[in-house]
């Protein structure tokens, strides 16, 4: 049929399958290494430890240092994110899709929660706990820039996560924050615009509430 | 994954990330999704394929299909023809010889895989790829 494995055969090997004839292939194939890295599942086999120090610590912890191709899972829960952005956009109206969900062809955010080994997508309402790490996606439509603030309870005042371009269909930014113990639900404010954003000012915001569990008692 | 075998079946991007949602929204909820790689892609390129030629049967008007899939992957410009053909010919053929037909020319799977995936026989398989292929030439003379 081809002289190249099959692409369910490349994708085996994505999700952590070992085929030394497949990778033997990839490694003097310029094409199906191309394949090969543009599948996240690979690339997410070297993720920051959980336990990596944050860099900043707001009422999330901002996990800046790691290519966001490096921040999703292992396996198939990566498999799962890969679509879930637009999964959240074809929910059927009797599941009760998050409040922040937007109509289709409007920007919209999609919220995927890491726990110990398991991805899923945060349906908008179940409680968070500590250690949580979370991730955003975004759909800008027409908006080109995008900015990501917590709101800081000790300074009242909102504390940027992220700034930046968000050109393209869907967008994964490029950072995830974990949740700290801190009681009391997190601010996530999420702002769109045609050019750098000012939070203020922004035509597209939304703020999202992220609840917290009760912390365990002994 | 799923979205890059949706995009070498479909050249419409909008009805490749439908068949690719739709894919991904069966997998949510089939419980198959902690399966080993193996099992899993075989789920995964047996329904998108199934989706997607339903797809491609429903529609009343071809696609134009102008640019090599997103991602160029190797043969891209082969891809293109085949599935040109294919969209010519879809609502004329078969549904079983169009999958078997997808998953060889646009997955590269041989014979004994494209079986696996569709849970029959390799002379099954060989026997709807004849036959897609006899149609193929019938179209093109």
């Known amino acids: ?120 997508l945060w349906d908008g309402a179940a409680p968070f706990l500590p250690g949580d790490r979370i991730r955003l996606r975004i759909a800008p439509q027409e908006y080109t820039h995008a900015a990501v603030a917590v709101f800081d309870r000790s300074t009242l005042g909102w504390s940027v996560l992220f700034e930046g371009e968000v050109r393209g269909s869907e967008v994964l930014l490029p950072g995830s924050w974990e949740l700290d113990a801190a009681p009391g639900a997190e601010r996530l404010l999420v702002a769109m615009d045609a050019g750098p954003v000012r939070l203020e000012r922004a035509p597209w915001r939304r703020e999202i509430l992220l609840p917290k569990a009760a912390p365990l008692t002994p | 994954m799923i979205r890059a075998k949706c995009s070498r079946m479909l050249a419409d991007r909008d009805e490749a990330q439908d068949v690719a949602q739709e894919t991904f929204l069966r997998l949510w909820r089939s419980g198959v999704a902690d399966l080993e790689p193996a099992v899993l892609t075989a789920w995964i390129y047996r329904t998108s394929t199934r989706l997607a030629v339903d797809r491609l049967r429903q529609r009343r008007f071809s696609v134009n299909v102008a640019e090599p899939p997103e991602g160029s992957t190797p043969g891209a410009a082969a891809l293109v023809e085949a599935r040109r053909e294919l969209e010519r010919i879809a609502r004329s053929v078969p549904a079983a010889e169009l999958r078997a037909a997808i998953l060889h020319r646009f997955d590269r799977m041989g014979q004994q895989e494209v079986a696996e995936i569709l849970g029959s026989s390799e002379r099954t398989v060989r026997r709807l790829l004849e036959r897609f292929d006899r149609r193929m030439e019938e179209v093109r003379e």
């Open chain 1, 1 to 120: 049929m081809s002289a190249h494995p099959s692409f369910r055969d490349l994708d085996r090997v994505s999700l952590g399958e070992e085929l030394p004839a497949v990778r033997d292939h990839a490694a003097g194939c310029d094409a199906c290494a191309a394949y090969l890295a543009e599948l996240p599942g690979e690339a997410w086999s070297g993720l920051p430890a959980i336990t990596e120090p944050p860099r900043r610590r707001l009422r999330l912890f901002a996990w800046d240092g790691a290519r966001p191709s490096r921040l999703a899972l292992v396996g198939v829960p990566a498999l799962a994110t890969a679509v879930a952005a637009v999964w959240l956009a074809a929910l059927p109206r009797d599941e009760a899709p998050p409040p922040w969900l937007a109509a289709k062809g409007a920007p919209s955010i999609a919220i995927f929660v890491k726990r110990d080994a398991s991805l899923s």
